[in-house]
Every structure is written in C-alpha cells, then in structure tokens.
C-alpha cells in the first residue's frame, strides 16, 4: 500500500510544478530574446524568494516541533514517575487489603477464643453455684484439718478470680483487634484515595502526552508539505537558472551575430527572388511581434528579416530566415501558425511587408530588435531598440 505522506508529498510537487508550467497564459505579440531574459530573471527572483521564505518555514516548525519534543519528553518522564507512585500505592493498598485480611482471621479467633472462655466460664460458674453447699462441705470433710481446708476454699476463688481475667484478656484482645482492624481500614481509605487522585492525575497526564504527540504529528506533516513545497521550488529554480543560462548564451550569440552580420558582405535587394507566399509570411510574422507598435515599428520588423536575407551570415531566403531556429519566437511557439491560419496581418502589416521586400528600411542594416534596456546602444522604434 501506498505510504499516505508520500501520496501527499507528491500531490504537493504536482501542484508547484504545475502552478508553475501551466498558468493560464495571456495571448501577446512574440517577445525578444532580451525580454524573455528579463521575465525569466524575473520569475527566478520570485521562485528563490519564495524557496527562502519556505526554508525559514520549515525551520520555524522544526523549531516548534523540537520544543514540542522536549516537552514531550519532560511528560513521558513525569508520566512515568506518576506510573510508578500508582504502581507503589497499588502494592501498598495490596499489602493493606492483606492487612486488613489477616486482622479479620485474628479478630474472628479472638472472638472464638473469647467465646468459647465466656461458655467455659459460665459452665463452671453454673456448676459452682448450683453445688456450692456440697462443694463446701466435701472441702471440709475431705480436708485432714481446717488450714487445708481453708487453702481448697482459696484455691475454688482462685479458679473463679482466673476465669474472670481470662474472659477480660479476651475481650481487651478482641478489641484491641478491632482497634488495629479500623485503623487498617482507615490508612486503606486514605491509600484508596490518594490511589484516585494519582490516577486522574495520571489520566490528566496521558491526555497531555496525547495531545503533544498529536500535535507534533501534525507538524511533521506541516513539514513534509513545505519540504515537497521547497523541493518543487528547488528544482523549478534550477530550470529557471538552465532557462537563463540557454537565454544569457543566445543574446550573447545574437550580439555577435549582429556584429558578424555588420562586417560581412551583403546582396543588393535586386538579387533577391521572393517565393510565393513570402509576402504572406512576412506580414503575418511582423503581425506578431508587432501589431501592436506604430507602422514605423512594423516596417523595422519587416526590414530585420529582408536584412538577414541580404547579409551571408544568415538564410538567403525569407522562410529560412523567420523558420531559422531559435531566431524568431512566433515561428517556434505557435503564433504564427495561429496568425497563418486565421489570416491575421493587418493592412498596415501587409503594407510594411511589402516596403520592406522592396528595399525600404528604417533602421539600416540592422538584424535585431529587442525591448529598450540601459547601456544597449541602436535604433529606439517604439517599444523595441533595433541593432
């Protein structure tokens, strides 16, 4: 079976990972290589920003999740020591009840004992009584003189005096007996409770114990998702810093290639054959990156691609300069198929086309355009610098 976090973990990825590759995209005018550089820095700056700030997430709830560990651990320790008192009070409320149990065995001998010396006692008090008188004169005549006599009649009170101090020590026994066996059961009730209080006590801390777990259960989780959050800005951000790389490499090709282009040898507009269709793919592509600049900026555009088809270091034909690879962003994102297929150019488009193809060119002999940044030096045409 599938682990849960990482079903978890996973979704999170996607999610970044998906933000990222396939927010809804606006429909706009091709960019250059310089500001598909500046939004990809752009956007860089903004993923890192946002991995740091998931960073310092995640060591905030690693902080929270230690102290919640530490203060797991001080409860798992008192919860062991209030285990232990009630483990100590449940062994001396066991060794009270046998207390108590043997003071029960003793007070019913006691009480046996004393029973059977008040049954004894009264026996011989009933037989003395009922035959004092004989007893008397048997003592008498059976005596050789009257000091043994006298001594038998003493010995007769000494055996009545004997059983009355016996049945005493048996009941002063009984209830000495009963004294310990009240006192037992008083300490037991006072274990009993104390045993009660120690036990809510060792629920109270059961449920602290719980409680925390829980709680440091939900920060692990809380920190898986911002780690999957931070690895899916991790590896995005690398992407962005290859993206900028591959970009930083191609404007640094397009420079040299326009200087290259600028020292080479070029053909005379004359010598150029146009094939069906190039007027059509001239207005749509200049459709693209420039329907919404003034014609000026519409002619700019279409003279860059006549000057590719003119200089030696490029294609010599107008498909091979717009479907060059890597030079003209509509004819690799699907603009311009776009603009082919629903015959956008405009009038103003066509018309620019067909200047350009002429000859006509209001930046020279220019093979690049761009958006404006400081210290790049050329031709300024509305939103574009033509070099």
């Known amino acids: ?23 809804p995209q606006t429909p706009a005018y091709a960019k250059t ?34 102290n919640l560990q530490g203060e797991l651990n001080k409860l798992n320790q008192e919860l062991t020591e209030v285990s232990n008192n009630l483990a100590d009070l449940e062994a001396k409320i066991a060794d009270k009840e046998e207390e108590i149990a043997q003071a029960e065995r003793d007070l019913e001998e006691a009480i046996a ?12 008090v009933q037989f003395m009584y009922e035959r004092r008188n004989t007893l008397l004169l048997d003592v008498v005549f059976a005596s050789s003189s009257f000091a043994e006599a006298v001594n038998k009649n003493d010995y007769i009170e000494q055996l009545e005096e004997y059983d009355r101090k016996q049945l005493d020590d048996y009941k002063a026994t009984r209830a000495a007996v ?4 009240a006192k037992l059961e008083e300490e037991k009730a006072e274990l009993d409770e104390y045993h009660e209080e120690v036990r809510a006590e060792q629920e109270k801390v059961t449920g602290y114990v719980n409680k925390t777990s829980q709680s440091i259960g939900n920060y692990s989780n809380q920190i898986a998702d911002a780690e999957a959050v931070a690895d899916a800005y991790a590896a995005q951000a690398a992407k962005e810093e290859e993206n900028i790389s591959a970009l930083k490499k191609k404007l640094a090709e397009e420079i040299a290639m326009s200087k290259l282009a600028a020292q080479s040898s070029w053909r005379d507009i004359s010598e150029v054959e146009f094939a069906e269709g190039d007027r059509y793919l001239l207005a749509s592509l200049i459709y693209c990156e420039a329907g919404n600049q003034p014609y000026a900026g519409q002619l700019a555009v279409g003279a860059v691609v006549i000057n590719r088809v003119l200089s030696s270091v490029y294609p010599n034909t107008v ?19 776009i603009a082919l297929a629903n015959g956008s150019a405009t009038a103003a488009c066509y018309k620019a086309a067909d200047e350009a193809m002429s000859g006509q060119t209001n930046v020279g002999t220019c093979v690049y355009f761009r958006t404006p940044v400081e210290g790049l030096s050329g031709i300024q045409i509305g939103a574009h610098v033509f070099y």
């Open 1 to 23: 079976m599938i682990n849960r976090r990482v079903i978890r973990v996973v979704s999170v990825i996607l999610t970044v990972t998906m933000y990222f590759f396939l927010m």
């Open 113 to 124: 004992t004393e029973e059977a010396q008040y049954e004894a006692m009264k026996k011989r």
């Open 178 to 181: 009963e004294d310990a066996k």
């Open 319 to 337: 498909v091979g300069v717009i479907y060059q690879n890597r030079q003209f962003s509509p004819a690799s994102d699907g603009h311009l198929a």
């Open 33 to 66: 290589t310089k500001e598909q550089l500046e939004e990809a820095e752009e956007q860089h700056k903004e993923t890192t920003s946002k991995l740091k700030e998931t960073e310092e997430n995640i060591n905030n709830l690693n902080g929270i999740k230690s």
